[in-house]
């Protein structure tokens, strides 16, 4: 069922993109037990080895479904403050969090996911928020440490990377197809943002001068996820552009296999096409006639290798997932 967010003048001007390791290090948690998120992850999954088997997260657990929708407290992951935040902020922000408001969110949560508050976790949670608070920081504290810490820096330009390329967007599209470039489940007309989800339930809401937080994820693929509500700023969480190229390590034999499989042109072509580019821009660094890149753009947009979208006179390439992940020879 849809989400919609409707936008006033004061909207436009609010709204903005932020970074949040605590985000983050809840989408890694869920993707631990998300299968349909391997598929991008699995190098790190095998990077984790015994680093994730001794965790205690049961905490967290509780408000994370294995699959289907579910409302997670927006407390846990609340929108950060400024557009790049540190996760020692971000733990900071969750322990002073209200605990009044802590047991409202919980008990929402509880109401979407069936026999969750009657467990003895459950009732121990919401019997204590105050306490509930301070042992969800710490299993998100000791999540951040051994998930996602050592991996942090990698994330980090990944999700830095995806802002520089949406502003660029942002720039020269506007902001009601820049959303449409976000993700296919996001469409912008009239001030109406609509997000299609998976909830089996209809949720509107009217800005009312909040304007809309904007967080790209290198985990939340291949959902887009919407949040939060009042008190929280509306946002929109999104999967970073590149993710299939996250987790690969360049290995000399790649350059070698791709050329084997697509043949040189076409290697060449998508290789070349590290950010979106158009015919002629490709043609002149390749140094190949632009009726021989635009045949094989055309061979490997029918494969699923590239997408496609027009930024004013231009028609622009890139990558998709699919096609990163093989050049990247992941």
Known sequence: MPVYMRF???DLLRCRFAVSPVFETHEAVRTLRRTERHGYHRPWLSRLGEAAAGLDLEPLWIFMPYAGPGYTPDFLGGPPQAAYTSVAD????LRATDPALAHAEMTLSFSTLPGAAES?????LLDDPAAAIEL??????????ALVEPFWPRLRDLLEADI???ARQLASAGLGELFALLHNRLSYEDGLL??????DYRYERDLAGDGLMLMPSAFVWPD?????????QPTVIYPARGIGTLWADAAPEAG???TRLLGAGRAAVLAALDEPASTSALARRLDLAPSSVSAHLTVLKAAGLLTSHRERHRVLYERTPLGAALAAGG
């Open 136 to 145: 969800m920081a710490d299993a998100t504290e000791r999540a951040w440490h």
């Open 224 to 232: 887009v996820v919407t949040g939060f509500q009042p008190p929280w």
């Open 256 to 258: 070698r296999s791709l």
């Open 164 to 166: 520089d390329f949406r």
């Open 90 to 93: 971000g733990l900071a922000q």
């Open 120 to 124: 003895p976790l459950g009732r121990k």
């Open 8 to 10: 006033g003048p004061d």
């Open 194 to 199: 609509t997000v299609r989800t998976k909830n």
